[in-house]
Nanobody
Framework: QVQLVESGGGLVQAGGSLRLSCVASGSIGRIDADMEWYRQAPGSQRELVAGLGNFGTTNYPNAVKGRFTISRDNAKNAVYLQMNSLKPEDTAVYYC?????????????WGRGTQVTVSS
């Protein structure tokens, strides 16, 4: 069994910062190089906000580019999302995503989400 647990969400004023963490635990054989953060606002589809791949390559949509930074700590099975200059439109539930090899199979795993609320 593998679990992803996010933390670090909360209420912040516009212009503020938050750092989200996501830690994988359980019967982990190997975590794929690709790690991602998504968000979902009420009434909207889940959208990618940050991707991290092999050799440290990153991918951000224009809406967050220059404000969000994704990073990882392989020793801790963790991925982070540093969010600066937050805007009210960043309000959403944020989810982390990893592909994990466990007990002979590679599967997609999602965290349960952490709420980020940005007040104007």
């Amino acid at each position: 069994q593998v679990q992803l647990v996010e933390s670090g969400g909360g209420l912040v004023q516009a212009g503020g910062s938050l750092r989200l963490s996501c830690v994988a635990s359980g019967s982990i054989g190997r975590i794929d190089a690709d790690m991602e953060w998504y968000r979902q606002a009420p009434g909207s589809q889940r959208e990618l906000v940050a991707g991290l791949g092999n050799f440290g390559t990153t991918n951000y949509p224009n809406a967050v580019k220059g404000r969000f930074t994704i990073s990882r700590d392989n020793a801790k099975n963790a991925v982070y999302l540093q969010m600066n200059s937050l805007k009210p439109e960043d309000t959403a539930v944020y989810y982390c995503y990893m592909k994990v090899y466990s007990r002979g199979m590679t599967r997609d795993y999602w965290g349960r989400g952490t709420q980020v609320t940005v007040s104007s």
